[in-house]
């Protein structure tokens, strides 16, 4: 079973920054792509940033393509998530995601965490 736990949310101003980071256990982990999603209210939930298990290769969904950044410690099974620059429309649940290498699908999520940015 994989366990994936978020922490870091919070409310920021407009152009602040915030760090997520997600903590995972379970089996083979470090051999998982690791991921952020995020769902803002009224809306499906999208991918934003993965990376896979060298930490070498990302993803970056283009709306936060130059502000995001994400990380690996493998060592830690931990993943993070830098946020800067932040804007309004970032505001949304944040969840930690986990897949095998190869897969198609997402198979893990956790339970999320709130980031809300407003003034």
């Known amino acids: 079973q994989v366990q994936l736990v978020e922490s870091g949310g919070g409310l920021v101003q407009p152009g602040g920054s915030l760090r997520l980071s997600c903590a995972a256990s379970?089996?083979?982990?470090?051999?998982?792509?690791l991921g952020w999603a995020r769902q803002a209210a009224g809306k499906e939930r999208e991918l934003i940033a993965a990376?896979?298990?060298?930490?070498?290769?990302?993803y970056y969904a283009d709306s936060v393509k130059g502000r995001f950044t994400i990380s690996r410690d493998s060592a830690r099974n931990t993943v993070y998530l830098q946020m800067n620059s932040l804007e309004p429309g970032d505001t949304a649940v944040y969840y930690c995601a986990a897949k095998p290498n190869g897969a198609n699908t997402w198979n893990y999520y956790g339970q999320g965490t709130q980031v809300t940015v407003s003034s």
């Open positions: 379970g089996r083979i982990i470090s051999s998982f792509v």
């Open positions: 990376v896979d298990r060298s930490a070498h290769n990302k």
